[in-house]
């Protein structure tokens, strides 16, 4: 079955670089997704990666794929208080996905 | 475009009510999903509907009954509402990668 891991939580000062890491057990997953929660709020969609790419960089973000590993990581540069939110990586097996239990990133200035 | 919308917010019942929650996508996506959220526990699914006219029991169906209506709606029934159900309910629909609606905040007493 699929299990996906990540660490609960991630303090990082504001300016510097937050990098969030995810693990998972699926080889045959297609996609693997980064989702944001913020309090209150449903979650948001940050970017997803192909499971045959290594990286993909969308302006602050930054993509790692790990396959061998089943690793992903999220670095998000020059963190902002607008960052401070819960984020969620999911592996998609099929129609469906799987997310690990989030991680907590505050930002303190 | 409204995305994924959920009704209500919020709704407080005692145990053994019921109660529909409603899910309504204007994107024009085939599948449509039930999650909840608990706290440390990530996102786990309920039921999911891959495409108009079938639905599928996700990892945590007990107690719950869903209707896919037509493409646009989705809704998730509690019959008998337990306080294991309190909860913050999502839908969310997709072609590929997965939109989520703000949630609603169901407490059981």
């Known amino acids: 079955g699929e299990d996906v891991e990540q660490s609960l939580f991630l303090s990082v000062r504001e300016g510097d670089s937050s990098v969030i890491n995810c693990t998972y057990t699926?080889?045959?997953?297609?996609?693997l997704y980064w989702y944001k929660q913020e309090p209150g709020a449903g979650l948001q969609l940050l970017t997803y990666?192909?499971?045959?790419?290594d990286m993909k960089q969308d302006q602050r973000l930054t993509v790692l794929l790990n396959k061998k590993d089943k690793h992903l990581s999220l670095r998000i540069a020059d963190t902002q208080t607008g960052d401070s939110a819960i984020y969620f990586c999911?592996?998609?097996?099929?129609?469906?996905?799987?997310f690990g239990a989030g991680t907590t990133v505050t930002v303190r200035a | 475009n409204a995305g994924v919308t959920q009704t209500p917010k919020f709704q407080v019942l005692k145990t053994g009510q019921s109660m529909t929650l409603q899910c309504a996508q204007d994107?024009?996506?085939?599948?449509m999903y039930w999650y909840r959220q608990d706290p440390g526990m990530g996102l786990r699914l309920i039921y999911y509907?891959?495409?108009?006219?079938?639905?599928d029991k996700g990892e945590v169906p007990n107690g719950y009954n869903v209707s896919r209506l037509n493409k646009r709606e989705f809704s998730l029934r509690l019959e008998s509402a337990a306080p294991s159900q309190t909860s913050v309910y999502f839908c969310?629909?997709?072609?590929?990668?997965?939109?989520f609606g703000p949630g609603t905040r169901l407490t059981v007493t």
């Open positions: 994107m024009n996506h085939n599948s």
């Open positions: 969310a629909s997709s072609n590929r990668e997965q939109y």
């Open positions: 999911a592996e998609s097996n099929d129609y469906k996905l799987s």
């Open positions: 990666i192909f499971s045959n790419m």
């Open positions: 699926d080889s045959s997953s297609t996609y």
């Open positions: 509907s891959a495409s108009e006219g079938t639905t």
